[in-house]
């Protein structure tokens, strides 16, 4: 009972921390909670990490929430899931709560909008990293589908602007025949 408690209050401060230290939105606390709980806690692998970011993404709701209620299910059930959600949402509430206070003060400071703008900058190259360092281990895999369906997905929306809703959906099919196709392959492998 006693180490359940530590691991309630290592995955609410956990997600507490890290949403608190996070600015700029679902993409930037990714990587941060893969540093978290695939590096240091070994808590979930990389390839579960590469599967909640896509069902989070692909998810209503913010990125960060999504993530959080997947990782906190999968290291302790139900309990988890509440915990890292309340621990992911309460820093954001808390900030947003007192800045909605000082908003007029905070609108015109030139000092916060040259921190804001300083932040964009910080934000893209964290945003940056999470496509290279968890893209690395879909190049690792050797399959040609996730790369195709990456760069096909690109263009559809970059070139063709494609309603992104579509995207998801085509690649939610995509995913879902290849995985059972797979399936069916390591079956007849191991008659």
Known sequence: MKENRKKYAKLFLSTF???????GGGFVIIPLMRKKF??????????????????????????????SI???????????????????ILPPLLIISVISFFYAAFRDNVFVNMAMTGMLAGVAA????????????????KRILPLAVLLLSFIAVYFFSVNIILIIVICGIIGALDTILRGKKAKGEAK
């Not at 590469?50 to 993530?67: E, K, W």
């Not at 990782?71 to 899931?81: H, N, P, S």
């Not at 964290?126 to 895999?141: A, L, R």
């Open 17 to 23: 921390q890290l949403s608190a230290c996070t600015f």
């Open 38 to 67: 695939v590096e240091e806690l070994h808590w979930i692998d990389e390839q579960e990490m590469l599967d909640f970011t896509a069902i989070a993404q692909s998810s209503p709701g913010a990125i960060a929430v999504n993530a």
């Open 70 to 88: 997947l990782v906190g299910y999968r290291v302790a059930g139900l309990c988890g899931a509440l915990l890292t959600v309340l621990g992911t």
């Open 126 to 141: 964290v945003i940056c990293d999470v496509v290279i360092t968890m893209g690395k281990g879909i190049v690792k895999q």
